[in-house]
């Protein structure tokens, strides 16, 4: 059942009125994710109570699904026997995300109430890098031996399978802990009880390495539509795995952070309407701050050709056209590219089949352009506006639009893989950065024209 706007305001209403019996047999079938945005709903003071409210298991999943902020008020309302339940039911990745996210003082009592077992696995995953498999990978699973059964094979799974993130892919591993199959429950369902495990795996394993680029798992993810991947050390040692719902949070937060530096932001990891104008400011004042100055470049231009201007007071009353033009173009090729890298379909050694195809879109952008905007010259800004254009400097304007276009695509299109190609992420090549360098070029190239045809 999924918490709309009325049972919210229902379940609201029995909270505030402590009919806790009926609120917890109303919430005994919503999803988690949709439990966890009630918590936004009501008073911090309500929070511990809700939660005690809610089964153990379902209890669980709406932790893991709160925002950190709401964990850090649920753990400091818990006594150490709730904390200790909580980080029972909680998946390895999951206790390594909140270990994460919490403050120092949080983190202490987090350890303080895990097993000795698990503060031992936490310390090995917080070791890998932040952007890396390892730094996602849970290490719950069902490992099997080639050896087995499928008899003995489903008795191991009904034995761990509570504890286990997931249990419809299992792997299989030598005496050394090295991936040597994987066999699916399906498949174990539709064998015969006495079949040996090593004659049904699948030994052609797709793995990723524990220091692969995250981006790169939850790519491979998408690609092969797996559940899961397996993770292996530099000795082929099966370590663990990253599940899709992982891999799935890797491509939204990789999407954001994309997004924020395609707008001249940095990334902001809290909801909008809970983040700080001081963090929101200053996200945004550098880059702000890194565009005015580069913009300083524009003006230096127009204020180099002021005598050119004065002569051909109308040459101004195309600018902002010109730069608007040279700016979008810029950021269609970046935009594109930017996509094409993140999706693996193009890398650095097809570059010039990139500049190829984008000399030939430019050429027919700028031409049809060029056409449209000559006409509307005469038709609008002569016959409409009056203004006193002569057929030469309607050339100039609209030689400058082909050579802005063409100069733009060619920016757009290389910057991204260049960047790419020095190892930072092309996204910050985007429309700002673009925009404000292909301004420059449409104005050198404009006043180049108008000096060259109208003799300046």
């Not at 009125?17 to 949709?34: I, N, T």
């Not at 310390?123 to 498999?133: C, G, H, I, Q, R």
């Not at 033009?325 to 890298?341: D, F, H, K, L, P």
């Amino acid at each position: 059942m999924e918490l709309d706007e009325f049972s919210l305001e229902n379940a609201k209403r029995l909270l505030d009125e402590k009919k806790y019996a009926d609120l917890r047999k109303m919430l005994m079938d919503v999803p988690a994710a949709d439990i966890a945005e009630m918590f936004e709903e009501i008073p911090k003071n309500q929070f511990a109570i809700l939660y005690r409210i809610l089964p153990k298991e379902l209890a669980a999943d709406v932790f893991v699904e709160l925002d950190p902020d709401f964990q850090k008020v649920l753990i400091e309302a818990f006594s150490d026997k709730e904390l200790r339940e909580v980080l029972d039911e909680l998946y390895m990745d999951d206790t390594v995300d909140l270990v994460e996210e919490m403050p120092a003082n949080v983190v202490k009592r987090i350890l303080a109430n895990s097993s000795a077992e698990d503060r031992k696995t936490v310390n090995e995953l917080l070791k890998y890098p932040e952007d890396s498999a390892g730094s996602i990978m849970t290490t719950e699973f069902v490992r099997l031996k080639e050896d087995m059964t499928v008899r003995e094979a489903f008795a191991l799974i009904r034995k761990v399978a509570i504890d286990k993130e997931t249990i419809y892919t299992c792997y299989v591993t030598d005496n050394r802990s090295h991936l040597i199959g994987m066999v699916t429950v399906k498949y174990l369902l539709l064998s015969d009880y006495e079949a040996k495990i090593k004659d049904i795996m699948q030994d052609n394993v797709i793995s990723v390495k524990t220091l692969d680029d995250k981006e790169d798992v939850a790519a491979t993810i998408s690609k092969y539509d797996v559940l899961a991947l397996p993770v292996v050390d530099e000795e082929n040692r099966l370590v663990g795995i990253v599940t899709v719902d992982d891999a799935i949070d890797v491509m939204q937060d990789e999407a954001e952070e994309d997004f924020a530096k395609m707008n001249a932001m940095a990334p902001v990891e809290t909801p909008y309407l809970r983040t700080p104008v001081f963090s929101l400011w200053r996200s945004r004042i550098i880059w702000l701050l890194l565009l005015m100055v580069s913009a300083t470049f524009t003006g230096m231009i127009i204020s180099s050709f002021e005598d050119a201007l004065r002569a051909q007071v109308v040459l101004t009353a195309f600018i902002p056209m010109l730069m608007d033009t040279g700016g979008n173009s810029g950021s269609q090729a970046s935009v594109t590219i930017i996509r094409a890298i993140s999706l693996g379909e193009v890398e650095f050694a097809d570059i010039v089949k990139i500049i190829w195809k984008e000399i030939r879109v430019a050429f027919l952008c700028g031409i049809s352009l060029g056409v449209v905007t000559f006409g509307k010259i005469f038709l609008v800004d002569k016959l409409l506006m009056h203004r006193e254009i002569t057929v030469p400097v309607a050339l100039v304007v609209c030689l400058t639009l082909c050579i802005t276009v063409l100069c733009a695509k060619l920016l757009g299109c290389t910057l991204p893989m260049i960047v790419a190609k020095l190892g930072f992420d092309p996204a910050v090549m985007a429309s700002p950065f673009i925009t404000t360098i292909v301004d420059a070029v449409s104005l050198l190239v404009y006043f180049a024209f108008a000096t060259m045809f109208l003799r300046l």
